[in-house]
């Protein structure tokens, strides 16, 4: 299951893994674009630029990358680049 963090927002909320530059975007509202993945329960968003990169590339990059978003603010990541997150309570 997932791992929960308290947002200054949103209280407990399970954790998401996302890009630094979705992350980024919180603070600039900027969109950098949302690919989203729901793989055993965690959600998990990169940016267009991330999305491009090769598996390899990214397997290189992705621990300088990542980081973690409660579902709140991902939710609030997705809207901001019109994507809806479907399924997420
Ligand atoms: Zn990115
Ligand atoms: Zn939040």
Redesign the pocket.
């Given at each position: 299951m997932s791992e929960y963090l308290n947002c200054g927002t949103h209280g407990k909320q399970p954790a998401t893994f996302v890009?630094?530059?979705?992350f980024d975007s919180m603070k600039t509202g900027d969109a950098?674009g949302f690919y989203w993945s729901k793989t055993n329960g965690d959600y998990d968003a990169?940016?267009e630029?991330?999305n491009e990169l090769s598996d390899q590339d990214w397997d290189a990059q992705k621990a300088d990358?990542v980081n973690l978003l409660c579902l709140g603010c991902f939710k609030v990541a997705a809207n901001l680049n019109d994507v809806e997150i479907e399924g997420a309570a």
């Open positions: 890009c630094r530059h979705i950098v990169i940016c630029d991330c990358l």
